[in-house]
């Protein structure tokens, strides 16, 4: 484990179980913005109705330090069941969904289509002029693809977020 007193960035994956109230995520939001945190990527959804609780997946960087006062603090909150850093307790999984469509005719349409096919995107919509694609993977893979669909006529992104679990038998 590392030292709380390592100045190092790191980026960290937190999974946060909560109860699916009004105002949750403006309390775990307000601790953010408060005291400075950056917010990388933010998903929440119901994921058992029955207890009547939430996941939220906050992406964020910081120290050791940092990322062990940001746990802390949402460990404290009145609504928290349990708070986990995916990137420190284990193997997870971590994707992403994104749309993007990608505008233009001839040769860079062709060649949109191509890269597409190599990153296994799917073509969701399309005109005359245009190709809406939906891509799903990791952080990285969606960010190369975008960087890739720049020059051939990027228009518009729409990123889901990371969703995040961990693997095997232990649960957040």
């Known amino acids: 484990m590392a030292s709380p007193f390592d ?3 790191r980026s960290a994956t937190i ?3 909560v109860e699916n109230e009004s105002g949750v995520l403006a309390r775990v939001i ?3 913005s408060g005291r ?3 917010i990388d990527s933010l998903t929440v959804a119901p994921v058992d109705r029955e207890r009547q609780q939430s996941r939220i997946n906050i992406v964020t960087s910081g120290t050791e330090m940092v990322i062990e006062q940001i746990k802390a603090q949402l460990d404290r909150l009145v609504p928290v069941h349990r708070v986990a850093d995916l990137t420190r307790e284990g193997p997870h999984v971590a994707r992403e969904m994104a749309l993007m469509k990608v505008v233009g005719r001839g040769e860079p349409r062709v060649e949109a289509l191509r ?3 190599a990153f296994r995107a799917r073509v969701v919509d399309t005109t005359v002029e245009s190709f809406i694609f939906e891509l799903t993977g990791s952080t990285e893979k969606i960010d190369a693809f ?3 669909m720049r020059p ?3 228009a518009e992104v729409s990123r889901t977020g990371v969703a995040a679990i961990a693997r095997g038998v232990g649960a957040i």
Do not use: C, H, K, P
Request: avoid cysteine; hydrophobic fraction near 50%.
């Open 7 to 9: 100045t190092t960035f």
């Open 146 to 148: 975008q960087e890739l």
């Open 36 to 38: 400075g945190y950056n």
């Open 15 to 17: 999974s946060v179980l």
């Open 30 to 32: 307000g601790l953010f």
């Open 115 to 117: 890269i597409a096919d």
């Open 152 to 154: 051939l006529g990027l």
